[in-house]
């Protein structure tokens, strides 16, 4: 009876935030169809421009092969695709939460039915989610693409792994810090396969559509300025923090090299660790975050990689011992981190903030730390994420596990 409760109560407050992230109306799912729309009628794609408020003009700006994918959407009427759209991020949120929890709940022998709720209520309670769907993005498919190949295919060696990640690089670059991951933890067919398929979906684009093609890799995807402010609170990179600080100047890209260079160091070296450990979780959650640092822009909907993290830190909690000192208090420890992680992302940080139009320069700490919360979260995890021994484990009680190690030892 607790449960049902505890998941009605979830269920009836689930509406309130979504009610402050509905003013977005499906944004940038509207600006996707009327790009289409435009490229039906014969106009160069990235010649779309719609005016925005806050970011002045905003373009289409995926790489061709993601218009190749859109352009049936187009012939829908707009209310049909944003249900489409909406149906389709549902699904995906509780098939990758599946991914995520099950084996988590079955190594620690917890209600598997009541777990799964509970943990797909709170995926779609965390901002990034809100953000994803009532904007109207495509992040989620992405996060299909890249899990199922970090998870299953590459860990089992199987053919086709690479091809998730290579398809979700050549939709939108983003995902390309995945192939990197492949290439620092020695997943070298992997990695092949990835490379090869992104390079076989871009020259299929160019083959249908060689003018695009052609202007967005040769133009338009340098032109950062097409996606929007930098300075922007909702972009939550290195690049944007420091915009912050510097604003309304541009700060210095040296200065954002050498970070961006010394991060993405820092997080691939643990995501090698991690895949060496057999650890494939970890692993792909670092390079999420290393990926949304380091990028010159990452919005909000781009930080599902949170999720993950708190998965990983509750099942470390779970395999801390309480029974003894060290153990209680690493349990205690982590437990305090999901909350530090997990109440912020829920929270969010644009839907209840109003940051208008105007350039602010940050200067006082608390705003310094309210307007870059999700990058100093993220470097946070980065740093503290646990690699988990024994991650690709059966169930087994640690006592199990204690005990064969005992015996092992005397013999």
Do not use: C
């Amino acid at each position: 009876m607790r449960r049902v409760v505890a998941v009605l109560a979830l269920i009836a407050i689930l509406p309130a935030p979504y009610l402050r992230n509905l003013r977005h109306d499906y944004y940038d799912q509207k600006i996707y169809m009327s790009a289409m729309d435009w490229w039906a009628a014969g106009h160069p794609l990235y010649d779309y421009v719609q005016p925005d408020r806050v970011q002045g003009a905003l373009y289409f700006t995926y790489p061709p092969f993601t218009a190749l994918l859109l352009a049936p959407f187009g012939h829908l009427r707009l209310g049909v695709a944003i249900v489409v759209f909406a149906v389709l991020t549902l699904a995906a949120v509780v098939l990758t939460t599946r991914w995520l929890v099950l084996p988590v709940l079955r190594r620690h022998q917890l209600p598997r039915g009541f777990g799964l709720t509970v943990a797909v209520l709170l995926v779609l309670a965390v901002e990034s989610t809100r953000e994803t769907l009532t904007l109207g993005q495509i992040n989620m498919l992405l996060v299909v693409l890249i899990l199922a190949d970090l998870l299953f295919a590459v860990p089992q060696g199987r053919r086709w792994a690479g091809v998730g990640v290579g398809l979700a690089t050549a939709l939108k670059l983003f995902p390309g810090i995945f192939l990197l991951y492949l290439l620092v933890a020695r997943k070298w067919r992997a990695a092949a396969v990835a490379a090869v398929t992104a390079a076989a979906a871009t020259l299929l684009a160019a083959a249908v559509a060689p003018g695009d093609s052609w202007r967005f890799w040769t133009h338009e995807l340098w032109a950062t300025d097409r996606v929007g402010r930098t300075d922007y609170t909702g972009n939550q990179s290195l690049f944007g923090l420091l915009s912050r600080l510097t604003a309304p100047a541009e700060p210095g890209r040296l200065l954002w090299l050498l970070l961006a260079l010394a991060v993405a160091a820092f997080g691939l070296w643990r995501a090698a660790r991690a895949a060496r450990a057999g650890d494939a979780l970890v692993g792909l959650t670092l390079t999420g975050l290393v990926g949304g640092l380091v990028s010159p822009i990452t919005w909000i909907h781009h930080l599902y990689w949170f999720i993950p993290a708190l998965v990983v830190l509750v099942d470390a909690a779970l395999d801390a011992d309480p029974a003894t000192p060290a153990g209680a208090r690493r349990r205690g420890g982590l437990f305090a981190l999901v909350a530090v992680v997990g109440l912020p992302i829920v929270y969010g940080l644009v839907t209840f903030q109003d940051w208008g139009t105007a350039i602010v320069h940050t200067d006082d700490p608390v705003d310094f730390v309210v307007r870059n919360v999700y990058v100093l979260l993220s470097l946070l995890v980065l740093a503290v994420l646990p690699i988990r021994r024994h991650a690709g484990e059966e169930p087994m009680k640690r006592t199990e596990r204690t005990h064969l190690a005992t015996n092992g030892d005397q013999r």
